[in-house]
């Protein structure tokens, strides 16, 4: 059974910083790209951050480029992604997804990020 478990999320002032991480079971991950999304109230979920299958290729949406970093380590079986200079408008439930050609693919149940002072 595949299960992707996201933590780390909270309420943090602006400025401030948090680390998600994913945990992830019941598949080889070392072949699986991993991303991390989010989904604000009211909006649709939006790609933040990309990472490929041995780490050798990151990608960011433009709005958290600087302030986000996407990192993982197969061995762990985990993916993280650190977050730093948080706005108010980074307040979302961050998603894990794995994905592995268009039929494995892999979502976790997300964790709250809130930004506030």
């Known amino acids: 059974q595949v299960q992707l478990v996201e933590s780390g999320g909270g309420l943090v002032q602006p400025g401030g910083s948090l680390r998600l991480t994913c945990a992830v079971s019941?598949?080889?991950?070392?072949?699986?790209?991993m991303t991390w999304h989010r989904q604000a109230p009211g909006k649709e979920r939006e790609l933040v951050a990309f990472?490929?299958?041995?780490?050798?290729?990151?990608n960011y949406a433009d709005s958290v480029k600087g302030r986000f970093t996407i990192s993982r380590d197969n061995l762990k079986r985990t993916v993280y992604l650190q977050m730093n200079s948080l706005k108010p408008e980074d307040t979302a439930v961050y998603y894990c997804n794995a994905r592995f050609l268009a039929q494995y693919n892999y979502w976790g149940q997300g964790t709250q990020v809130t930004v506030s002072a």
């Open positions: 990472i490929s299958t041995v780490g050798s290729s990151t």
């Open positions: 019941g598949l080889t991950l070392g072949i699986y790209n």
